[in-house]
C-alpha cells in the first residue's frame, strides 16, 4: 500500500510541514542528523579520494581535484534547481515558507559554485595549460554563479524581505533556463570541458575505484548542503516571526486595554 | 604519510588548495549560517521577553 487514503490530497502532508511552526520543530530534530552525515560522508569521501583513490593514468595526482570539483559542480545545480521550484512554489501558492526557502538556498548554491569554479580552474591550470577560457561549459556555470549573487542582491534590496520575494523568485526562474545549457554545453559546443562521464546512458565511463568516493562525496555534500539551507530557512523563519512581533506591537500603540499579564 | 603523497605526483600546489579552499568556504559558511540562526532566535526571544502580547512561540 503506497497510496494515499481516498480524498486526502498527497499534497496536505507536506503542507502541514509547510507550517512554519511545525517545520522548526520537524527540522529542529533532523538537522543534527542531517549535519552528522553531511560531515561523515564528506570526510570519509575526500579522505578515500585523497589517499586510497588510484591516480589517472593521464592526469596523475591532478585526478584527485575532481572529487571535489564534481560533486560542487552537482550541488551547484542541484541547488539552482531547489531555488527554482522553491521560488515557483512561492510565485503561485504565494507561500511564506518557500520564499524564506529560496533565501535560505541561494547563499548555498553560490558557495558551492564558487568552490566548482576555483577548483576547476586549479585543475585546468595543469591539465588544459589555463585558468580559464570562455567556452560553453564554464561560462555557463560563471553565469550561474552570477544569478545566484543577483538573486541574493535582490533579495536583500528591499528593507521588507517578502516584498523582495516576487523579484527574485522570477529571476531565479527566468535563471533556470540556464541549467540545461549547462547540462548540455559539453555535447552542444566544442569545449575543452570533458563530457558526461557519470551520468551516461550507458555504463559510467569511469572507474569503480574513482566512482566510489566520488559518489560517497556527492552524497555528503547533498546532506551538507541540506543541513546548511535548513539551517537558513530556520533563521529566515525566525527573523520573519520577529518582524511580525514588532509590527504587530507597532499596530497597538499604547493601548492601555491591551491585557499585559505581566 | 610520506613526502610523495603530499608532493601529489609535482601537483600539490593545484590539488591541495582545491580542497582546503572547498573545506575553508563551507566552513565559514556553516559558521555564518550557525551565527545568523542564534541572532535571530536571540532576537526573537528578546521581543517576546519585553513585549506584551503574543503567547511564547515554539521556537527552540
Redesign the interface.
Known amino acids: 500500500m503506497d497510496g494515499t487514503p481516498a480524498g486526502k490530497p498527497r499534497g496536505s502532508a507536506l503542507h502541514r510541514f509547510a507550517n512554519p511552526g511545525r517545520f522548526l520543530r520537524f527540522s529542529g530534530a533532523v538537522l543534527p542528523w542531517v549535519a552528522a552525515a553531511g560531515l561523515a560522508l564528506s570526510v570519509t569521501g575526500l579522505w578515500w579520494g585523497l589517499v586510497h583513490a588510484p591516480r589517472d593514468w593521464q592526469q596523475g595526482d591532478t585526478v584527485r581535484i575532481m572529487f571535489v570539483h564534481v560533486p560542487a559542480a552537482w550541488m551547484a545545480m542541484g541547488g539552482y534547481l531547489g531555488l527554482a521550484i522553491a521560488s515557483f512554489v512561492g510565485l503561485v501558492w504565494r507561500h511564506p515558507l518557500a520564499d524564506i526557502a529560496a533565501r535560505a538556498i541561494a547563499p548555498v548554491g553560490a558557495v558551492f559554485t564558487a568552490i566548482c569554479l576555483i577548483t576547476g580552474s586549479l585543475w585546468g591550470k595543469p591539465m588544459w595549460g589555463t585558468w580559464w577560457v570562455w567556452d560553453a561549459r564554464l561560462t555557463s556555470v560563471l553565469v550561474l554563479f552570477f544569478l545566484y549573487l543577483g538573486h541574493i542582491a535582490l533579495s536583500n534590496a528591499f528593507d521588507d524581505p517578502d516584498r523582495a520575494a516576487r523579484p527574485a523568485a522570477i529571476l531565479a526562474l527566468i535563471g533556470a533556463v540556464n541549467l540545461p545549457i549547462i547540462k548540455f554545453s559539453v555535447d552542444w559546443w566544442n569545449t575543452l570541458h570533458q563530457p558526461a562521464s557519470v551520468t551516461r546512458l550507458d555504463a559510467p565511463g569511469i572507474h569503480i575505484d574513482i566512482l566510489q568516493p566520488l559518489l560517497v562525496t556527492g552524497a555528503g555534500f547533498l546532506f551538507v548542503f541540506a543541513a546548511l539551507a535548513l539551517i537558513r530557512t530556520r533563521t529566515g523563519i525566525l527573523e520573519r516571526r520577529a518582524r511580525a512581533l514588532m509590527a504587530a506591537r507597532a499596530a497597538e500603540p499604547a493601548t492601555p486595554a491591551a491585557p499585559v499579564p505581566v | 604519510m610520506d613526502a610523495s603523497?603530499w608532493a601529489?605526483?609535482?601537483?600539490a600546489a593545484?590539488?591541495w588548495?582545491?580542497?582546503a579552499?572547498?573545506v575553508g568556504?563551507?566552513v565559514a559558511?556553516?559558521v555564518a549560517?550557525?551565527r545568523?540562526?542564534l541572532a535571530?532566535?536571540r532576537?526573537?526571544a528578546r521581543?517576546?521577553a519585553e513585549?506584551?502580547?503574543?503567547r511564547r512561540?515554539?521556537?527552540?
Open positions: 603523497f601529489m605526483g609535482g601537483h593545484f590539488v588548495p582545491s580542497y579552499i572547498a568556504l563551507l559558511l556553516a549560517s550557525w545568523g540562526y535571530a532566535r532576537e526573537v521581543i517576546e513585549g506584551p502580547r503574543r512561540g515554539g521556537s527552540q
